[in-house]
């Protein structure tokens, strides 16, 4: 079992920067891959950013340019730093955890999420 925490969501202005943390408990040696996730009213959640266990990082293409996803392995944390919000950017953010078994088997692990909304 992993549990996530999030922090650092909130209010901005758009052009603004916030920085989201994501700290990491439990069978953390088990994680494959982390990322961030969003989830706007009314959409589907989306992917925002990913690393792997070897550093490799995928973004969407909405925040390519704009958002860096970083980890700190002595602090288990997770962090995405946000640049040049637009208010498109608003939406509930999502940290996930992704183990994978011996077996091929993986589990996602959520964490609460936390709002960030951007004013235009």
């Known amino acids: 079992q992993v549990q996530l925490v999030e922090s650092g969501g909130g209010l901005v202005q758009a052009g603004g920067s916030l920085r989201l943390s994501c700290t990491a408990s439990g069978s953390i040696f088990s994680i494959n891959a982390m990322g961030w996730y969003r989830q706007a009213p009314g959409k589907q959640r989306e992917l925002v950013a990913r690393?792997?266990?070897?550093?490799?990082?995928n973004y969407a293409d909405s925040v390519k340019g704009r958002f860096t996803i970083s980890r700190d392995n002595a602090k288990n944390t997770l962090y995405l730093q946000m640049n040049s919000l637009k208010p498109e950017d608003t939406a509930v953010y999502y940290c996930n955890a992704v183990t994978v078994t011996t077996v091929k088997l993986e589990f996602h692990y959520w964490g609460q999420g936390t709002q960030v909304t951007v004013s235009s």
């Open positions: 690393i792997t266990s070897g550093g490799s990082t």
